[in-house]
Structure formats: C-alpha cells, structure tokens
DNA sequence: ACCTGAACACCGTTCAAGT
DNA sequence: ACCTGAACACCGTTCAAGT
C-alpha cells in the first residue's frame, strides 16, 4: 500500500490525458482527483487553485511550437500553433481562457513573430496572427463537438473541411500584408 | 403581491443585465432566479437549459451589428461587430462558446461578407475575419479583468491601447487581400 | 400556462489534523 | 512535505405538485 506522489508535471500530464477523455465542461476538480486517486484538498497543495493549474496547461499544450526561426515560412509555424491547439480536446479554449496571465504564450507569438522576417514593426501582426489562430481553433472545436452529439442540423458537413479553407485565407491575408512591406 | 412574469425576451434582457454586473463565471441560473424574485426551475419553463438561454443572448448580442451593405468598408463593419462583442462583459467568451449552434452569428459573417464585395468566392475570408475578431475580443475582455483585479505585472499598460493597433493590423491584412483581388 | 418546493448529483475551496 | 477528512457555500437540472 505504498502512497503514491505526484509533482506538478505528472499532476499536467493526467490533466492532459482527462482533459481529451471528458472535454473541458466535465473536467473538475474532483475527478481528477479521482482519477488519481486522492481527495481534491490534495492537488491544492500543487496548486493554488484550479485556474493555475489549467495555466500550467495552456503552457504545456503551446509547449510543441517549435523555437522561433526566421526561415520558417509563416504557414508552417501558423500550422503548428493551431495543431499544438488541436492536440487535446478544448485545447484552444483552454489556452484562451488562460491567457491573460500566461507567460507561455509568448513562445507562440514569438515564433509568428520570427516567420514574419522578426522585425519590431511587425509585432502587432504577429499578435493578430496568434487571436486569429485561436478564434479558429476555438470554433472549429466547439463545431466538432456539436457534430459529434448530433446537435447540429442534420444537413451540415464535416466542420474540418471548411476549416482549412478559412485557416489558409486568413494566413494568406497576412502573408500577403508582410510580403507587401519587406519585398524579396 | 402580483406575481410578475416573464417571457423569453425579458429573461434575456435581464440575463445581459446579469453578465454586465457579475461576469460569465458568476452568472449562474440560481443567481439569475434570485435577481427574478422566481424559483431557479422557473427558469427551465422558458429555457431547456443553461447552454440554450447563453445562446439567446449570444444572438442578442450580435443583434446590433448593423444589415449587410456592400458600401459599407471592411474596416467599418469589422468595429462594428467587435464593438458588439465588447459592449457586455464576457460578450466574446459567450458568442464563442454557444456559437456552434447558433443562427445568428450568420448576421456577422453577412455583414462581413458584403464588405467584402459579396462575391461567394470571398466567404472563407469573411469566416477568417470573423474568427479573428473574436479571438481578439475575447483575449482583450480576459487582459481587461485581470488588469481590473490586479492578477497581472504591475509593469502592464493599460490593454485597450495595444488591443487598437493589433486589431487594426489584422483588418489591414484582409482588406488587402480584398484588394488585391478585385482593383477599383 | 407558468411557477413552487424539494430533491439529486454534483461543484471549488479551506483548514485542522494526521503521517 | 504531502495528504486526509470534514465542512462550507455553492452549482445545473428534474419533477411532482400547485394555481
């Protein structure tokens, strides 16, 4: 009967892994700390409340952005922000509800910022691009949800078909203001 | 002692109230009945549940952006819409969060879409920027509590000044974009 | 038609006390 | 240092029963 201990890490990681089992409406406290197997009280000695922990999340889910690189062209890093998002469910609302306090966001921002040639000027672009990428996201995971409980017009299509012809307009839009200002 | 009563609409209009005063975290169907002086059930005979009355005011919301118009410009209509988002507290979180199901967000894409042009091929565009603007509403709602309860730097300006510049930065990308394809 | 009253199965969080 | 046990003040929702 050895008790088992956990750290912050391993505490994410289990968030992680019921996160994409029950959604975010359905991930408390309690259940985790029924998940792993020990009284709620316990996690706030981890944690100073359930908002911190769900933080330490969001930065865990934008953790696989690759580190900024001014030759990666602007698509791919936006590709690999929304993925990161994607990666778990309610991944995209869980970073936007975290945000304001989140320091792990800049590591996105920084790397839209490295596509777009890096300069300083172009620093409000690359936050339009990052509010872009997480209104999409954030969408297109509640349309997923929807379709997947049936709640939502018998008529309607697969939510990720259209998906990708609006994530690439819109990333288009913006290449095209950065290849406007700094002509190869 | 008249009992008063209520009908969906004014239950809205009370629920918008509510949100303005309490935000979205503390807007609950027990607290809402007390602001009604009605039982919380009372609430169900209208509502089939919570996730159905946020909706309704989801659409109420965006309700006040104006009918579509092809000569209204991009930028004009983009404001408008953002600045229905902002005009209750947590009024992006709760358009995004109930916008899956819902009808009228369609109004703000079609608005969009006309100034725009209304050319069918520039619909994936209007979807992108009416992603962009809610991710960019519900980000500065979020910066604008946690700088009104002092949970962020001491060191952070005011959010609304940078929220200006980015949110125009990502208007200007798409008009070019428009631009570009049709020359005047 | 519209609402009350009571119940069911939950929440996040605190805090003394244990080991 | 890390966790338990018990409590506090809440939730959304259902449903019989009232008027």
């Known amino acids: 009967m050895t008790s088992v201990r956990y750290d912050r890490q391993s505490i994410i ?45 969001a930065d865990r889910i934008l953790l696989t952005v690759p580190d900024p690189d001014d030759r990666t062209p602007l698509m791919r890093t936006a590709t690999a922000v929304r993925d990161a998002l994607l990666a778990y469910r309610d991944g995209a609302e869980v970073v936007l509800s975290t945000y304001a306090l989140r320091l792990g966001a800049r590591r996105a921002q920084d790397a839209l910022l490295a596509s777009l040639g890096g300069e300083p000027e172009d620093a409000d672009a690359a936050d339009a691009i990052f509010e872009f990428i997480l209104g999409h996201a954030m969408l297109l995971q509640q349309r997923m949800h929807a379709h997947s409980i049936g709640a939502v017009a018998a008529d309607a299509a697969d939510p990720t078909a ?23």
Chains 1, 2 share one sequence.
């Open 13 to 57: 990681d289990r968030t992680l892994g019921l996160l994409d089992d029950v959604g975010l409406p359905d991930l408390s406290m309690r259940r985790l700390a029924t998940e792993l197997d020990v009284q709620p009280s316990a996690l706030y000695w981890h944690f100073e409340s359930k908002q911190e922990l769900l933080g330490a999340v």
């Open 162 to 184: 259209q998906a990708e012809a609006i994530f690439t307009a819109g990333i288009r839009a913006f290449e095209a203001v950065s290849g406007l200002r700094h002509p190869s």
